[in-house]
């Protein structure tokens, strides 16, 4: 049956086999008007669900007027809201975007073809990865057993490079003190690093890995490891790896012995230009450190801001002269404490912002460090705070710039018995060398070493 007689906009197909009530009900519930809207309520026929229920299931209804987008087939629906959705208000709308029940059950079956094409794509596209990570792990597992296996055996100290061996010390002394784990990389130190000095550290540690006295550690991230295509082996960053130093104890001792000699006493043009790199590293890394303490002070201590910048070059020259006339680093220290105390009692007094009592506390240091110098003033040492890191290999290489020193310093030479007044003393072999001034042994030690059991 169709509905509206004359000029039908639904056409209604009742299951065989349905009841007469069934089927009463069913056109009662798709019958329309003229002017195509329901020609009753759904609960003018009966009980509101077991009318839609009853109609519903026994039939259903095919829209003339709204044609598959796919076959230009009449659209069949199972119930009003679906009709009307299709169709419109009046059941007469074109239809621009629904499918037919046959091709909607093509389109779906196309969906899950696509579907399930990129559910396996996806597990492949796993799959290449797990194999992938697999075999990069394997090979990061062969380069780290590899670099497990250097026993230094073709270790070599690379002189040519000014600060690499001093740098190797500062590893050394840093091991010392962390048995079993590794060298930090260069990312783990921060901007700090080992010298305050990013680049020079990074060449360096390259120096020291291809010198065979670093090698590259276990505990190093994956994170440092790259692939490329092409390549049969991982390369890795040299700033993400961390480090193990090579060789045993013994060796490393033998080697830091060797190190910390050459820089004392080697004689030629290569190891006096190493000395002077030495010392003006140290020299950069005693400002920086005192610069980066002047400004954790104003920052931490007074909440003000650091030093600003146009006045860091200056305060970098102030720094440099307090160390030029002979400070240590605990009387700079002291005199940068001073300066950033009165600069707080200027910004009281003087109504002065926190930016200038920064600034302030730069021209206040200059201050001081004049006066000391010219009234030779006895300064006290201070200690710095624990929030205050230092570049990590302040400490080490400080030493050993002072032992270099000492060797050529005029009033230990005249005091030293064991040397000349150039510094050279002949061994027993009639070989002239470089003399380090070690201090003679006392009677007391000279007894105590008779006492000693044999062997001790």
Not at 313 to 328: E, H, N, Y
């Amino acid at each position: 049956m169709e509905f509206p007689p004359g000029a039908p906009r639904l056409r209604v197909v009742i299951e065989a086999g349905r009841s007469a009530q069934e089927q009463e009900i069913a056109k009662l519930y798709w019958e329309i008007a003229e002017d195509g809207t329901w020609a009753r309520t759904v609960g003018s026929i009966g009980e509101l669900q077991w009318a839609a229920a009853t109609a519903t299931s026994a039939s259903y209804a095919v829209l003339l007027r709204s044609l598959c987008v796919k076959c230009d087939e009449p659209i069949r629906v199972a119930n009003r809201s679906w009709a009307v959705k299709v169709a419109g208000k009046f059941l007469d709308r074109p239809n621009d975007k629904y499918l037919c029940q046959e091709c909607g059950a093509v389109r779906e079956e196309e969906r899950e073809r696509e579907r399930q094409h990129r559910l396996e794509a996806a597990r492949a596209e796993k799959e290449r990865e797990r194999l992938k990570a697999e075999e990069e792990a394997a090979e990061i597992a062969e380069i780290l057993a590899a670099e497990e296996a250097k026993d230094g055996a073709g270790a070599r100290i690379p002189y040519d490079s000014p600060l690499a061996p001093a740098l190797y010390l500062a590893l050394v002394g840093h091991a010392a003190y962390r048995p079993g784990k590794p060298l930090p990389s260069m990312v783990d130190l921060g901007l700090l690093g080992w010298t305050a000095d990013i680049d020079r550290d990074r060449d360096a540690i390259l120096d020291l890995y291809a010198a065979d006295l670093l090698a590259v550690a276990a505990e190093t991230p994956r994170k440092a490891f790259v692939f490329s295509e092409g390549d049969d082996s991982p390369r890795f960053f040299l700033t993400e790896a961390r480090w193990r130093l090579v060789g045993d104890s013994k060796v490393i001792t033998a080697h830091a012995r060797t190190v910390k000699s050459h820089y004392m006493t080697a004689p030629g043009q290569a190891a006096h230009e190493a000395r002077q790199a030495l010392a003006e590293l140290v020299e950069h890394m005693e400002i920086v450190n005192l610069i980066l303490y002047l400004d954790g002070l104003l920052t931490k201590t007074y909440q003000y801001p650091e030093v600003p910048e146009g006045r860091r070059r200056q305060l970098a020259d102030i720094v440099k002269k307090g160390f030029d006339a002979g400070f240590t680093p605990g009387q700079m220290i002291c005199f940068a404490w001073r300066a950033a105390d009165t600069a707080a009692g200027w910004k009281e007094r003087k109504a002065m912002g926190p930016a200038e009592a920064s600034s302030a506390a730069v021209t206040i240091l200059n201050g001081k460090i004049d006066t000391a110098i010219e009234a030779r003033h006895a300064i006290p040492e201070y200690e710095p705070p624990r929030w205050h890191q230092q570049p990590l290999a302040l400490d080490a290489l400080r030493e050993l710039n002072a032992d270099v020193k000492r060797v050529r310093d005029r009033a230990v030479m005249d005091a030293c018995l064991q040397c000349d007044h150039h510094g050279l003393r002949e061994t027993d072999t009639g070989a002239v060398v470089r003399c380090v001034h070690a201090p003679p042994a006392t009677p007391e030690q000279h007894t105590e070493s008779q006492n000693e059991p044999a062997g001790a």
